[in-house]
């Protein structure tokens, strides 16, 4: 028996019609690779920061990872390519993953682009937005400037456990941040919705105000 080759699996998207955030990873590891499945690093927190932030209802694991519509979600990757680190990822990758991810946001209207990973949001932000500084100083954390196809960008930490460059709390109070964004997004919809019903009832009042003048 041999064992398959991880490096040519792909993951499957879990995206569907609706969904108002995708998050975005940089490309599979290993393991998620293996495993079918986004996000199934041991050391990863994506799904404990999930709800532990309110974003889902209910604890879930990286093998419910196609439950993640129920709740208005999906995940995808920049690039489809597996790989141990990010180091041997060619930029040639990087646009290529761009071109097809822009089509998915194009296809699917997300309200919200969630980058999980500084590294994602300055891999893709020279392709997003030409005009934008290469470098900050600052941490470059929660929502930003750019839209792409409709959608907020929104940058998350990279949840492995090996980015030593935020503290779980950092990383909770970034994807709490997004909670509240979603929430925020949703009001507003229902206000818009609302404004439709009321702005449809008063056309139809008029109409039968009309009607009912040329029947006298």
């Not at 404004?195 to 008029?206: D, N």
Request: a positive charge; aromatic letters at 8%; zero cysteines.
């Amino acid at each position: 028996y041999r064992m398959p080759d991880w490096s040519q699996m792909r993951l499957r998207d879990r995206i569907r019609p609706g969904v108002r955030v995708l998050f975005v990873g940089i490309n599979p590891g290993v393991r998620s690779a293996t495993t079918g499945h986004h996000f199934a690093g041991y050391s990863n927190r994506f799904w404990k920061l999930l709800y532990e932030s309110g974003l889902v209802p209910e604890p879930i694991g990286w093998e419910q990872d196609d439950r993640l519509p129920e709740w208005g979600f999906g995940i995808t990757n920049l690039i489809a390519r597996p790989s141990p680190g990010i180091d041997d990822l060619r930029p040639q990758e990087y646009v290529e993953g761009w071109k097809t991810l822009s089509a998915k946001v194009r296809r699917y209207k997300p309200q919200i682009l969630a980058l999980v990973g500084v590294t994602v949001y300055r891999a893709v932000l020279p392709l997003v937005d030409p005009a934008a500084p290469r470098k900050t100083d600052t941490p470059v954390l929660g929502p930003q400037p750019q839209i792409v196809h409709g959608a907020r960008v929104f940058v998350l930490p990279n949840p492995s456990g090996r980015n030593a460059n935020y503290r779980y709390a950092e990383m909770l109070d970034a994807f709490r941040l997004l909670a509240g964004h979603v929430q925020e997004v949703q009001g507003v919809q229902k206000v818009h919705k609302v404004q439709e019903v009321q702005g449809v009832q008063e056309v139809q009042g008029v109409q039968n105000r009309s009607n009912r003048l040329k029947n006298q």
